[in-house]
Protein backbone atom coordinates (compact mmCIF):
# COMPACT_ATOMS: atom_id res chain seq x y z
CA UNK A 1 0.00 0.00 0.00
CA UNK A 2 2.70 2.62 0.76
CA UNK A 3 4.27 1.56 -2.82
CA UNK A 4 0.92 2.53 -4.21
CA UNK A 5 0.24 5.85 -2.17
CA UNK A 6 3.91 6.97 -2.54
CA UNK A 7 6.13 8.11 0.44
CA UNK A 8 4.87 12.26 0.25
CA UNK A 9 1.05 11.22 1.00
CA UNK A 10 2.62 8.25 3.53
CA UNK A 11 4.64 11.20 5.49
CA UNK A 12 1.27 13.70 5.51
CA UNK A 13 -0.72 10.77 7.11
CA UNK A 14 2.03 9.96 9.59
CA UNK A 15 2.92 12.98 10.97
CA UNK A 16 -0.68 13.31 12.27
CA UNK A 17 -0.97 10.43 14.11
CA UNK A 18 -0.02 10.05 17.76
CA UNK A 19 3.75 9.17 18.55
CA UNK A 20 2.36 5.87 20.12
CA UNK A 21 0.88 4.91 16.76
CA UNK A 22 4.26 5.72 15.18
CA UNK A 23 6.34 3.59 17.00
CA UNK A 24 3.80 0.72 16.44
CA UNK A 25 3.75 1.78 12.83
CA UNK A 26 7.37 0.99 12.64
CA UNK A 27 6.86 -2.67 12.44
CA UNK A 28 5.08 -3.03 9.63
CA UNK A 29 7.28 -3.33 6.96
CA UNK A 30 11.04 -1.82 6.32
CA UNK A 31 9.65 1.01 3.94
CA UNK A 32 7.69 2.30 7.01
CA UNK A 33 10.34 2.24 9.54
CA UNK A 34 13.33 3.84 7.37
CA UNK A 35 10.15 6.87 6.40
CA UNK A 36 8.91 6.96 10.54
CA UNK A 37 12.98 6.92 10.93
CA UNK A 38 13.81 9.52 8.53
CA UNK A 39 15.16 13.08 9.58
CA UNK A 40 12.71 14.32 6.87
CA UNK A 41 10.01 13.48 9.21
CA UNK A 42 11.14 13.30 12.16
CA UNK A 43 11.67 17.46 11.81
CA UNK A 44 8.01 17.70 10.87
CA UNK A 45 6.69 15.40 13.95
CA UNK A 46 5.90 17.44 17.22
CA UNK A 47 7.88 17.37 20.51
CA UNK A 48 7.11 15.25 22.78
CA UNK A 49 6.78 16.81 26.53
CA UNK A 50 6.71 15.04 29.49
CA UNK A 51 6.10 15.86 32.99
CA UNK A 52 6.35 14.81 36.65
CA UNK A 53 3.40 16.61 38.67
CA UNK A 54 2.50 16.08 42.32
CA UNK A 55 -0.87 17.32 44.05
CA UNK A 56 -1.78 18.34 47.61
CA UNK A 57 -4.83 15.36 48.37
CA UNK A 58 -5.27 12.92 50.52
CA UNK A 59 -3.66 9.86 50.45
CA UNK A 60 -5.09 7.04 52.85
CA UNK A 61 -6.52 9.59 55.22
CA UNK A 62 -3.58 11.57 55.04
CA UNK A 63 -3.19 15.26 53.33
CA UNK A 64 0.43 15.78 51.31
CA UNK A 65 1.93 16.38 48.30
CA UNK A 66 1.66 12.35 47.58
CA UNK A 67 0.12 11.74 44.41
CA UNK A 68 2.75 11.40 41.40
CA UNK A 69 1.32 11.58 38.09
CA UNK A 70 2.97 11.23 35.02
CA UNK A 71 1.66 13.45 32.04
CA UNK A 72 2.56 13.52 28.41
CA UNK A 73 1.52 16.88 26.33
CA UNK A 74 2.39 17.54 22.31
CA UNK A 75 3.76 20.68 21.49
CA UNK A 76 2.22 21.13 18.13
CA UNK A 77 3.00 24.92 17.46
CA UNK A 78 5.96 24.76 14.39
CA UNK A 79 8.10 27.82 13.17
CA UNK A 80 4.91 29.32 12.28
CA UNK A 81 2.31 28.02 13.77
CA UNK A 82 -0.30 30.00 15.76
CA UNK A 83 -1.12 30.01 19.21
CA UNK A 84 -2.28 26.10 20.70
CA UNK A 85 -3.71 24.92 24.24
CA UNK A 86 -5.29 22.04 25.46
CA UNK A 87 -4.99 20.14 28.55
CA UNK A 88 -2.11 17.62 29.28
CA UNK A 89 -2.92 13.72 28.67
CA UNK A 90 -1.87 11.67 31.49
CA UNK A 91 -0.60 8.48 31.38
CA UNK A 92 -2.31 5.56 32.84
CA UNK A 93 0.60 3.87 35.03
CA UNK A 94 -0.94 0.72 36.15
CA UNK A 95 0.57 -1.40 33.56
CA UNK A 96 3.77 -1.28 35.99
CA UNK A 97 3.02 -3.34 38.96
CA UNK A 98 5.26 -1.66 41.60
CA UNK A 99 3.94 1.76 40.47
CA UNK A 100 1.97 2.10 43.60
CA UNK A 101 5.01 0.69 46.19
CA UNK A 102 7.99 2.49 44.39
CA UNK A 103 8.45 6.53 43.72
CA UNK A 104 9.70 8.73 40.53
CA UNK A 105 12.54 9.78 41.10
CA UNK A 106 13.72 10.52 38.22
CA UNK A 107 12.87 10.79 34.60
CA UNK A 108 14.87 11.97 31.18
CA UNK A 109 13.47 11.94 27.45
CA UNK A 110 10.79 9.70 28.07
CA UNK A 111 11.94 7.00 30.43
CA UNK A 112 10.77 7.12 34.44
CA UNK A 113 12.89 6.13 37.10
CA UNK A 114 11.52 4.57 39.85
CA UNK A 115 12.54 3.73 43.33
CA UNK A 116 11.15 1.36 46.26
CA UNK A 117 12.98 1.53 49.40
CA UNK A 118 11.58 -1.58 50.82
CA UNK A 119 13.18 -3.91 49.55
CA UNK A 120 15.52 -1.95 47.73
CA UNK A 121 14.83 -1.37 43.99
CA UNK A 122 15.53 0.09 40.88
CA UNK A 123 12.96 0.37 38.09
CA UNK A 124 13.08 2.00 34.49
CA UNK A 125 10.00 2.58 32.91
CA UNK A 126 9.08 3.70 29.18
CA UNK A 127 5.20 4.62 29.20
CA UNK A 128 5.47 4.67 25.36
CA UNK A 129 6.35 0.96 25.23
CA UNK A 130 4.07 0.19 28.76
CA UNK A 131 7.28 -1.80 29.36
CA UNK A 132 9.60 -1.70 32.40
CA UNK A 133 13.26 -3.32 33.46
CA UNK A 134 14.23 -3.99 36.98
CA UNK A 135 17.84 -3.32 38.27
CA UNK A 136 20.09 -5.01 39.83
CA UNK A 137 20.73 -4.10 43.09
CA UNK A 138 23.89 -1.15 43.35
CA UNK A 139 26.54 -2.30 45.88
CA UNK A 140 26.32 0.33 48.01
CA UNK A 141 23.44 2.38 49.74
CA UNK A 142 22.32 5.25 47.10
CA UNK A 143 22.57 8.94 48.06
CA UNK A 144 21.35 10.49 44.93
CA UNK A 145 20.44 9.07 41.50
CA UNK A 146 19.52 10.16 38.38
CA UNK A 147 18.73 9.05 35.17
CA UNK A 148 20.32 9.40 31.49
CA UNK A 149 18.88 8.86 28.15
CA UNK A 150 19.49 10.75 24.76
CA UNK A 151 16.70 8.81 22.48
CA UNK A 152 18.29 10.32 19.25
CA UNK A 153 21.19 8.58 19.82
CA UNK A 154 20.65 5.19 20.99
CA UNK A 155 17.90 2.89 22.81
CA UNK A 156 20.45 2.42 25.78
CA UNK A 157 20.16 4.35 29.12
CA UNK A 158 22.43 4.88 32.03
CA UNK A 159 21.58 5.00 36.04
CA UNK A 160 24.19 7.41 37.78
CA UNK A 161 23.76 6.62 41.58
CA UNK A 162 26.30 9.19 44.16
CA UNK A 163 26.86 6.38 46.74
CA UNK A 164 29.36 8.50 49.44
CA UNK A 165 30.91 12.30 49.20
CA UNK A 166 34.15 13.30 49.27
CA UNK A 167 35.57 16.51 50.18
CA UNK A 168 35.81 17.66 46.48
CA UNK A 169 34.07 14.90 44.58
CA UNK A 170 32.13 11.33 44.77
CA UNK A 171 31.55 7.25 44.51
CA UNK A 172 29.44 6.76 42.52
CA UNK A 173 28.11 3.60 40.65
CA UNK A 174 27.05 3.70 37.26
CA UNK A 175 24.38 0.94 35.90
CA UNK A 176 24.72 1.18 31.57
CA UNK A 177 22.21 -0.78 30.37
CA UNK A 178 24.20 -2.00 27.03
CA UNK A 179 25.80 -4.45 29.18
CA UNK A 180 23.51 -5.02 31.41
CA UNK A 181 25.86 -3.89 34.69
CA UNK A 182 27.05 -1.29 37.16
CA UNK A 183 30.66 -0.09 37.48
CA UNK A 184 31.88 2.05 40.07
CA UNK A 185 34.01 5.05 40.13
CA UNK A 186 35.08 8.32 41.67
CA UNK A 187 34.53 11.68 40.88
CA UNK A 188 36.52 14.77 41.29
CA UNK A 189 34.42 17.74 40.53
CA UNK A 190 37.08 19.86 41.00
CA UNK A 191 34.88 21.67 43.80
CA UNK A 192 33.97 21.44 47.46
CA UNK A 193 31.35 18.77 47.48
CA UNK A 194 29.08 21.35 50.00
CA UNK A 195 28.92 23.57 47.00
CA UNK A 196 27.16 21.29 44.56
CA UNK A 197 23.50 21.41 44.02
CA UNK A 198 21.09 18.69 43.28
CA UNK A 199 19.67 20.66 40.14
CA UNK A 200 20.84 18.21 36.95
CA UNK A 201 20.71 18.23 33.30
CA UNK A 202 21.59 15.50 30.94
CA UNK A 203 22.64 15.75 27.48
CA UNK A 204 24.72 14.01 24.73
CA UNK A 205 26.23 11.34 27.45
CA UNK A 206 26.97 14.17 30.13
CA UNK A 207 25.59 15.29 33.21
CA UNK A 208 25.21 18.86 34.33
CA UNK A 209 25.06 19.90 37.55
CA UNK A 210 24.59 23.20 39.09
CA UNK A 211 26.92 24.72 41.72
CA UNK A 212 26.11 26.95 44.31
CA UNK A 213 29.76 28.64 43.77
CA UNK A 214 28.66 30.31 40.81
CA UNK A 215 29.84 27.20 38.33
CA UNK A 216 28.27 24.07 36.40
CA UNK A 217 29.71 20.98 36.51
CA UNK A 218 30.04 19.02 33.64
CA UNK A 219 30.61 14.90 33.94
CA UNK A 220 30.97 12.53 31.43
CA UNK A 221 29.51 9.53 31.53
CA UNK A 222 31.68 8.14 29.03
CA UNK A 223 35.33 8.79 30.75
CA UNK A 224 33.86 10.30 34.41
CA UNK A 225 36.11 12.57 34.07
CA UNK A 226 34.72 16.08 35.35
CA UNK A 227 35.05 20.00 33.98
CA UNK A 228 34.21 23.07 35.61
CA UNK A 229 33.01 26.34 33.97
CA UNK A 230 32.01 29.36 35.82
CA UNK A 231 28.77 30.49 35.14
CA UNK A 232 27.74 34.48 34.67
CA UNK A 233 25.19 35.12 37.29
CA UNK A 234 24.64 33.35 40.76
CA UNK A 235 22.83 30.37 41.18
CA UNK A 236 19.80 29.51 42.85
CA UNK A 237 16.96 27.76 43.24
CA UNK A 238 15.24 28.66 40.08
CA UNK A 239 18.05 28.22 38.40
CA UNK A 240 18.28 25.64 35.47
CA UNK A 241 20.89 24.44 32.58
CA UNK A 242 20.12 23.08 29.20
CA UNK A 243 20.81 22.68 25.54
CA UNK A 244 19.12 24.74 22.65
CA UNK A 245 20.54 24.11 19.29
CA UNK A 246 23.14 22.22 20.59
CA UNK A 247 24.50 24.95 22.73
CA UNK A 248 24.48 24.82 26.94
CA UNK A 249 22.40 27.54 28.18
CA UNK A 250 21.67 28.99 31.36
CA UNK A 251 18.88 30.39 33.19
CA UNK A 252 18.86 33.00 36.02
CA UNK A 253 15.10 34.33 37.55
CA UNK A 254 13.67 35.73 40.57
CA UNK A 255 10.52 34.85 39.63
CA UNK A 256 9.55 38.00 37.62
CA UNK A 257 12.44 38.63 35.50
CA UNK A 258 14.30 36.03 33.46
CA UNK A 259 18.00 36.20 32.14
CA UNK A 260 18.77 33.45 29.39
CA UNK A 261 22.22 32.70 28.45
CA UNK A 262 24.31 30.87 25.96
CA UNK A 263 28.20 29.44 26.44
CA UNK A 264 30.06 30.72 23.92
CA UNK A 265 33.74 29.50 25.11
CA UNK A 266 33.65 26.61 27.72
CA UNK A 267 37.28 26.95 28.41
CA UNK A 268 37.48 30.87 29.21
CA UNK A 269 33.94 30.59 30.83
CA UNK A 270 32.88 32.95 28.05
CA UNK A 271 28.52 34.13 27.84
CA UNK A 272 26.55 36.07 25.87
CA UNK A 273 22.86 37.08 27.01
CA UNK A 274 20.65 35.68 24.37
CA UNK A 275 17.44 36.56 25.89
CA UNK A 276 15.81 38.68 28.57
CA UNK A 277 11.72 37.92 29.62
CA UNK A 278 9.51 39.23 32.20
CA UNK A 279 6.21 39.19 33.69
CA UNK A 280 4.85 42.34 31.71
CA UNK A 281 5.76 40.27 28.33
CA UNK A 282 3.94 37.27 29.35
CA UNK A 283 0.83 39.78 29.26
CA UNK A 284 1.65 41.40 26.28
CA UNK A 285 2.95 38.16 24.41
CA UNK A 286 -1.10 36.95 24.20
CA UNK A 287 -1.53 35.12 27.46
CA UNK A 288 -5.18 34.03 28.46
CA UNK A 289 -4.46 34.63 32.40
CA UNK A 290 -2.92 38.30 32.68
CA UNK A 291 -3.51 38.16 36.84
CA UNK A 292 -0.02 35.94 36.03
CA UNK A 293 2.79 37.47 38.81
CA UNK A 294 5.44 34.88 38.66
CA UNK A 295 6.87 31.99 36.84
CA UNK A 296 8.96 29.27 36.77
CA UNK A 297 11.72 28.33 34.29
CA UNK A 298 11.24 24.71 33.08
CA UNK A 299 13.24 23.76 29.91
CA UNK A 300 14.56 25.22 26.91
CA UNK A 301 13.79 23.98 23.37
CA UNK A 302 16.12 22.38 21.86
CA UNK A 303 16.09 23.79 18.37
CA UNK A 304 13.97 26.68 18.52
CA UNK A 305 14.21 30.09 20.65
CA UNK A 306 11.31 28.91 22.68
CA UNK A 307 11.22 28.09 26.13
CA UNK A 308 8.58 26.96 28.36
CA UNK A 309 7.57 28.27 31.68
CA UNK A 310 5.37 27.12 34.57
CA UNK A 311 2.46 29.63 36.10
CA UNK A 312 -0.03 27.71 38.90
CA UNK A 313 -1.67 24.61 37.07
CA UNK A 314 -0.22 25.83 33.43
CA UNK A 315 3.40 25.34 31.14
CA UNK A 316 3.45 28.24 28.94
CA UNK A 317 5.41 27.62 25.34
CA UNK A 318 6.94 31.23 24.34
CA UNK A 319 8.56 32.43 21.22
CA UNK A 320 11.52 34.38 22.48
CA UNK A 321 12.04 35.90 19.18
CA UNK A 322 8.44 37.08 18.58
CA UNK A 323 7.87 37.69 22.21
CA UNK A 324 4.43 35.70 21.78
CA UNK A 325 2.82 32.67 23.52
CA UNK A 326 2.74 29.65 21.26
CA UNK A 327 0.82 27.73 23.59
CA UNK A 328 -0.41 27.33 26.97
CA UNK A 329 -1.04 23.61 28.74
CA UNK A 330 -3.21 23.41 31.66
CA UNK A 331 -2.82 20.56 34.28
CA UNK A 332 -4.57 19.01 36.99
CA UNK A 333 -7.96 20.89 37.91
CA UNK A 334 -6.38 24.10 36.75
CA UNK A 335 -6.99 25.87 40.00
CA UNK A 336 -3.50 25.94 41.08
CA UNK A 337 -3.15 23.20 43.33
CA UNK A 338 -0.66 20.95 40.73
CA UNK A 339 3.08 21.50 41.00
CA UNK A 340 5.09 20.98 37.94
CA UNK A 341 8.27 19.27 39.19
CA UNK A 342 10.29 18.78 35.60
CA UNK A 343 9.97 18.49 31.56
CA UNK A 344 11.77 16.75 28.99
CA UNK A 345 11.64 18.03 25.43
CA UNK A 346 12.95 15.63 22.88
CA UNK A 347 11.77 15.01 19.43
CA UNK A 348 10.09 11.65 18.10
CA UNK A 349 12.93 8.80 17.85
CA UNK A 350 12.62 5.52 16.85
CA UNK A 351 15.03 4.81 19.57
CA UNK A 352 12.10 5.69 22.17
CA UNK A 353 10.40 2.99 20.86
CA UNK A 354 12.95 0.45 20.92
CA UNK A 355 14.04 1.42 24.38
CA UNK A 356 12.54 -1.76 26.56
CA UNK A 357 11.37 -2.53 23.71
Not at 80 to 90: C, H, I, P, Q, S
Not at 104 to 114: K, R
Not at 163 to 190: I, K, Y
Not at 304 to 318: C, D, G, H, N, Q
Request: net charge negative.
Amino acid sequence: MDGEMGEDLLAEILVRLPHKSLARFQCVSTTWRGLISADYLRRRLPLITSGVLFNDGPRDGEGGRRAYTYARALSSAGEDGGEGGGVAEADDMAFFPCHATSSIIDGCNGLLLYYASYPAAFHVVNPTTRRWAALPAPRRKTLLSVLSFDPCASPHYKVVCFTGWLPRGASVEVFDSEPGAWGEHELDFGLDTDAMSATMHCFDGAVHVLAYSGHVVRIDLRTMACTVTALPAPVSYRARAGHCRGRLRYASSDGSRLTLWELVDAGKSEWTVKHELGVGDLVSGGSRHPATATFVFMAFHPEREVVYLWTPSKLIAFNMEQMRIEEECVFGSGKGDTQLIQIWLFPFSRHLSSCLA
